[in-house]
């Protein structure tokens, strides 16, 4: 089943406590983001990447870094996390950029 | 940043009305402009638009694009309950995609 994968899908952690989020598609899509989702602001994206080593920022990337190792996987790190960073986190991938989004299941973060 | 505005913001209908969801864009960059619906999980695709004029369709629900004045219109008849769903505009520019606020819809039996 073609599909974006998402790990954790929740999780709780303490200010300045390095995370990653981990995405994996089974699509061999070039195109991969990350977006994250706040009542009032809608979907903001935050980093995305074009093909293997190649990422660029999106609108929101302060406080977040990502690599592109391999075609399928694009993990999401947060150094040092923040309360601010609390949010629901979207993973997705699409054959090439402009085209449609497969997203992942989402990641509900909280940073107390 | 490119902006895309949705209208309204929300609305309530009942069962068999129609609605009509407006996103307007800015030009720079255009490549695509997206259609997705959310509703309590992760956005599902529902349209693609690249050309003016050209109305797509799936079932009930139906979008155009005007490249002209820089808008779409995603148009759902005939409602039922299960279209119930925050409807999300996103415009697709450069190699970034940008997305409105979203309109939420309510459908009541």
């Known amino acids: 089943e073609a599909q974006v994968t998402q790990n954790p899908r929740y999780l709780i952690t303490v200010t300045g406590k390095k995370l990653t989020v981990t995405c994996s598609q089974n699509?061999?899509?070039?195109?991969m983001s990350w977006y994250r989702q706040d009542p009032g602001l809608g979907l903001r994206q935050i980093y995305y990447s074009m093909n293997v080593e190649v990422t660029d920022k999106g609108d929101v990337p302060e406080g977040y870094k990502v690599s592109r190792k391999e075609k399928r996987n694009f993990p999401l790190i947060l150094e040092s996390p923040s309360p601010n960073q609390t949010s629901l986190y979207f993973c997705?991938?699409?054959?090439?950029?402009?085209?449609?989004?497969?997203f992942g299941p989402g990641t509900r973060l909280t940073v107390t | 940043e490119d902006k895309v505005v949705q209208s309204p913001l929300s609305l309530v209908v009942h069962e068999g009305d129609t609605v009509t969801l407006n996103c307007s864009y800015e030009v720079t960059n255009f490549r695509s402009l997206l259609w997705y619906k959310q509703e309590k999980k992760a956005p599902t695709f529902l349209f693609m638009l690249?050309?003016?004029?050209i109305e797509k369709k799936s079932g009930r629900l139906s979008s155009i694009l005007d490249k002209k004045e820089l808008f779409s219109i995603l148009n759902i008849t005939a409602t039922q309950t299960g279209d119930s769903a925050v409807y999300l505009c996103g415009k697709a520019a450069g190699n970034k995609l940008t997305f409105g606020g979203g309109t939420r819809v309510l459908v009541k039996p």
């Open positions: 997705a991938s699409s054959l090439r950029e402009g085209y449609e989004q497969y």
């Open positions: 690249t050309s003016s004029g």
């Open positions: 699509m061999n899509h070039e195109y």
